[in-house]
């Protein structure tokens, strides 16, 4: 693919550094980088720097070991690096975790940094990019490059040539979570379950594909949001992916293991729980069996000789008619255990999902509740877990539908580690065919408070460890000036962790082999968006979204018109959610899609399968009554007062109304309408909203390149009409059942 | 597979000829076959008999072609076969039509067929087949096989040992039909589009199976009831299938077409109407067009000097996105017309589908009836085809539901020739996981009278053309003491008709490569009765499933249990149909089931579709209003006193009722139940009756073999698990929608 192929389709997505400053006004600290002796990672750091430096400034800056006498940028660890290490006291360098960094311009204003004297002089100024490790060292490159891509300084111009040539630059900036994963959900035949992108990047066929060039171009994006873990298979691990754990495919493992790497990625394998009988044949996968536990002592033997430094194993058990130590009377701390034990000599983790329920319920069986699922199977086994396992948790309690509570599990475990699981490809959420960014879902989600240890108890902060850190000193480390910051899971004093907590966010992909990487265009916000959200929970979703606009369509502006495309992109994004949950099951209630790809309305397709997803409307009224009192007793798996607020119908907030009580349609939120009359104006308002979205796009049209325009228009348009078929056959289908009128009277069939 | 084998898993189905009489008995006549110098036709009746006999009496007879002084068997046709000649007069050969035959035992008893006087002598006593053509006596020889397997002497015992040394038979037998066809919808991949019996015994791989040994064993079947025509690939013709009239495939065609050939079989093939543009580059396939109209008649040379017995090809054009000539703004009789000129020269024919309907309907849109799309689109049509044109319909105006009203297309067209098409294939009767014996809905379309040309117009004389054959006599030749009989499209005098008119019946394939062809063995009495009937529209459902019975169960009896044995099974199949009908759509409506696979209930499934298969139920009623006065006019399709008998909501018919009107959940029935109450009733009754089917089956063991016993109750068990899963989704459905209480107070959910 060409160059400019690559940055009219989105190929080279928030990388893509357009050039706007002429040669002759480059800075003169961007003519040469200066680095210590140079590990792999630290070597990619450079590399990319160079890259972008020559791309955005039209020359190409010189890499070299040793200083020069002219103003230049130098990377390197505050341990090996000398210029690295007299930049920053040891006080600042103390407060850079693991896998942060801190970077330092030329000249720092007085008075807000007073703090941080420029300690370069005329002759041998320079900007430094510094951390405890190379890793560290190469986000903090990717921070730059944005700084000078997007103009992240408040302003809604690009950095200009004259600011550039003395960077007003001080920044701390520490990832909150220690793990920032991703989970493909790809199978060797090539396919991506619940992708929406086209094809694998990773498999074809049942092999690996020969040239893996786009899986390093893979990491460059992940590596630039600090992505720092990946699982590069399904979790439903079938014939052919379990195999991957053997000869014939740990030699490929090893090479997308070395790619991932230079970006400072470990990669994980999802295994299958009965391995020892599918691979070993042996008879049993008993976790307890002293055999089993030698069959996967060796499979770890023979998988970290082939990868020393995989990050571990990704685990579906029990779950979905997946296997699972339950086939033997075991519970999953059993099952997990025997694997972390396996894995512990070689340093590796076991992530083990949560996401078990009872998939061939009845549904005449109101009794059962999906919803309940995890929290009864995990909670009670709190402290029973490795210090080697992680508990994965979907952020909800069903799975990733556009509107949930966030999982009573989270605060539940005391003494366990836990991931939080997010799902950036849009399963449930239009599938990268209708616009939906999610950052302002996953925020409210991470901004939870579920009191397990009194007020303040967020989400973010169980996830990061924090809560659970007595050692750490809280959520934020925001200071005035600098941009970004927090961090829960570093040490207080040095030695910094270099061996990080098992906490953190996963995600599954929304990537795949199409041209701009997530079929809709605009769709690579969430990816974007989930890593920055990863390193600091703190960003809004107003800010991330600010940031990936400006970084993808710098250049296509015009100066008149660039705050109006970045205004207008930023709250199509913002908008988007909210947009599309209005036009889809209202309340909360969730699912009403089509049954298997779940794409478009089918209000009835869940209602009688063996999902345990429910809605159960009836000509009076509609919701799932999981109250203490009379339903499920979900409710009550919450910490007090949110246990109390879910309970009563008084205090629910609307839009999760029917997740948690069964009311009749003519029951009255709080915004002062009925609930009929709420889907029937939610409806119609999210279809003409939707239809507002393309037209806010064909508006922008001047400003954008010709087919990045044309290929989000097709979505839009898509979703516009695709929304109008939400609409009515939500609207019909509760008017059939209800038999009420729209007050306004407008068309329903 | 051994012949135990093959009998155990019903591979031999119907032609097992279970071993019932001692060696010593065999009766003289036959232990020699007397032929005429044989064509390969004759040969192969020869050695079905031959088979047939060796299987049943354990000898194998001697095949001869002059007589012996012994008492034989001989088989001819009137004008090449001195023997079959001189046992019947003129006036007894005229009366056999050109598929048709005589058989005539040794002796004939007084009075009852006084007209038929034996001439045979002690000495030389003989049993005669005969016919005008060999194909005649082929269909013979598999009458006299059936006479002596199943005993079919009006008795529940098989012909005794005794009974067969001077059999009692006299025959005469004429197809009604002239074209009685089967159509595979097999594809080239070797899937079977709604094929519920295993993989296609045809194709594999995009290629033909290179052992056709079974496609042989399938010939046998179809042509021992009376299959004269087959199209061997799916009407639906996707890339590979496209290339079957080309060099690639026509090699493979030929192969297939001598195989079928020696049992008496014409194949078809079908086509893509788009040929002259993907195999022939043209730019268009316009059949107004010279070049595309060339482009078919060398194309048409081309297959049949590969196959010169083609019976032609079978289109399904500007239907469900396949192409045809809408696309040039051109009509069917354009399309059909062009391709039949091309196939003239060499006796081909085209068989052109009428199931055209627009199959992108908006559900909002109430005045489009599917329904009405064949004979708004056909019926203006009559009489511009080609004489070798003809219009294939199917039995009902939607797609073969388990209930619809006869195709009101049947009697609008007097100058064009049709086939009926049933689906022998049960895809929306229970997928051959049911059991659904479908004869007897089968004779409820042959039987219905359409009026087209006063009382008396009979769907059955419609498509066997004697209602529009003014030479012939009428529908039924049957006479007393004649099993078999009638026939319309005879002449009245010699010659026989040798080159049939082109009318009868098509239907869809339910066979694959499952060891016993159908699935479910029970099914195969569907191929068996479909054949049947194609021969003979007068044979009533209860004698087919009792010939059906007798074949495929004998052997299986002690002497005691054998009439329980025999009513059961009988019993079973006859009540099926109505089973099914009970737990599924009810009252004539239809659908309600899972889309794009159809099975399993979805009552919604296809409410919101683009396919025109709504049932519009909200919470007052339900049903579509097809009337005249208030309607989308369909009623009105019919002739008086059809059509008026569908206006009124108070003469149509219960199990019609909602296919014609639209009806508050309190309207009464004829029956005298309301609706809803019906739906109710219906539901919990016909989920008690599938477990009774089951029930009745396990009381059946001791008398059946273990593996048919094994394979027919699982099937069974399933169904009746199946059937619950029915009702309560149906009663759930219609008790949340309209708030009706089951007045009998049954748990619905």
Redesign the interface.
Same mark, same amino acid.
């Given at each position: 693919m060409s160059t400019d192929m690559q940055k009219e389709s989105g190929y080279d997505a928030w990388l893509h550094y357009h050039r706007y400053c002429k040669a002759e006004n480059l800075p003169a600290w961007c003519r040469v980088i200066v680095i210590q002796a140079a590990d792999e990672v630290l070597q990619t750091a450079a590399a990319e720097l160079q890259l972008g430096l020559t791309s955005m400034f039209g020359q190409q800056p010189k890499i070299c070991t040793t200083p020069v006498s002219a103003p230049f940028i130098t990377l390197g660890t505050f341990r090996e690096h000398s210029l690295a290490a007299e930049r920053f006291s040891a006080e600042e360098q103390a407060e850079v975790n693991a896998e942060g960094y801190r970077i330092r311009g030329i000249e720092v204003p007085e008075p807000a940094h007073s703090a941080f004297h420029s300690k370069a002089d005329p002759q041998g100024s320079y900007v430094t990019v510094a951390g405890q490790t190379t890793k560290g060292v190469l986000y903090g490159v990717f921070h730059l490059l944005r700084y000078l891509q997007g103009g992240l300084d408040g302003k809604l111009k690009p950095a200009t040539e004259e600011s550039l040539q003395a960077p007003i630059l001080d920044v701390l900036s520490n990832p909150a979570n220690p793990i920032r994963m991703i989970n493909h959900w790809d199978n060797m035949d090539g396919s991506v379950e619940r992708g929406y992108a086209g094809a694998s990047i990773f498999y074809d066929n049942n092999a690996f594909i020969p040239n893996m060039d786009r899986l390093r171009d893979y990491a460059r994006l992940l590596a630039s949001v600090g992505i720092q873990a990946l699982s590069i298979n399904n979790v439903n691990v079938h014939d052919v992916e379990t195999k991957l754990i053997t000869a014939a495919f740990l030699p490929d493992v090893a090479k997308v293991a070395a790619i991932f790497r230079a970006y400072g990625i470990q990669i994980y394998l999802c295994i299958n729980y009965a391995s020892p009988i599918e691979l070993g044949g042996l008879i049993t996968a008993d976790p307890l069996d002293p055999g089993v536990a030698e069959w996967w002592q060796a499979k770890a033997r023979e998988v970290y000789t082939a990868v020393p430094d995989l990050g571990g194993f990704v685990v579906k058990a029990d779950s979905e008619n997946r296997p699972g130590p339950f086939s033997y009377g075991r519970d999953h701390a059993d099952g997990a255990n025997m694997l972390a034990d396996a894995l512990r000599p070689y340093g590796g983790r076991v992530i083990w999902r949560c996401f078990v329920y009872d998939c061939k319920q009845d549904?005449?069986d109101r009794k059962t509740d999906r919803a309940r699922a995890a929290f009864d199977h995990f909670q009670p086994l709190d402290g029973h877990f490795r210090e080697n396992v992680i508990l994965q948790i979907k952020n909800g309690p069903m799975d990733f539908q556009v509107r949930e509570p966030v999982s009573p599990l989270f605060g539940a475990l005391e003494a366990t580690q836990v991931l939080l699981e997010f799902q950036i490809t849009q399963e449930y959420t239009g599938q990268q065919r209708h616009l939906c960014y999610l950052v302002p879902q996953w925020k409210e989600v991470l901004d939870f408070d579920t009191y397990a240890q009194g007020k303040g108890s967020t989400v973010k902060r169980i996830v990061s460890g924090a809560l659970y850190d007595k050692s750490a000193s809280g959520s934020s480390r925001r200071k005035a000036g600098v941009h970004e910051g927090c961090g829960g899971f570093q040490e207080a004093q040095t030695p910094p962790l270099l061996k990080p907590a098992n906490y953190g966010f996963a995600a599954v992909s929304n990537i795949g082999a199409d041209a701009n990487w997530t079929g809709h265009l605009l769709a690579q916000s969430n990816l974007y968006g989930y890593g920055r959200l990863a390193w600091d929970p703190e960003l809004s979703a107003d800010e991330i979204a600010d940031e990936w606009v400006r970084l993808t369509f710098s250049g296509q502006e015009t100066d008149d018109g660039r705050a109006d495309l970045i205004n207008s992109i930023k709250q199509m994004l913002l908008d988007s959610w909210n947009i599309y949950e209005s036009y889809t099951a209202p309340l909360g209630v969730g699912w009403m899609v089509s049954p298997g790809h779940h794409y478009g309305?089918?209000?009835?397709g869940y209602e =009688?399968s063996m999902w345990g997803t429910y809605h159960f409307?009836?000509?009076?009224g509609i919701g799932v009554d999981r109250t203490i009192a009379t339903g499920t007793g979900y409710a009550g798996q919450y910490f007090p007062p949110n246990a109390d607020h879910y309970e009563s119908i008084d205090t629910c907030p609307d839009e999760l109304l029917l997740f948690f009580h069964h009311v009749p349609y003519t029951h009255t939120l709080h915004s002062g309408q009925t609930v009929i009359q709420h889907i029937y104006d939610t409806h119609f308002e999210g279809a003409e909203r939707a239809a507002r979205l393309k037209d806010t796009w064909i508006s922008l049209r001047e400003q954008l390149d010709e087919t990045m325009y044309e290929q989000v228009l097709e979505r839009l348009e898509h979703q516009a009409d695709h929304a109008k078929e939400w609409r009515?056959?939500i609207n019909?289908?509760f008017?059939?059942?209800?038999?009420f009128a729209d007050q306004k009277n407008r068309p329903i =069939?």
């Open positions: 549904w005449r309305p089918d209000v009835d =009688y409307a009836d000509c009076q009515d056959r019909t289908y008017y059939r059942k209800s038999g =069939y």
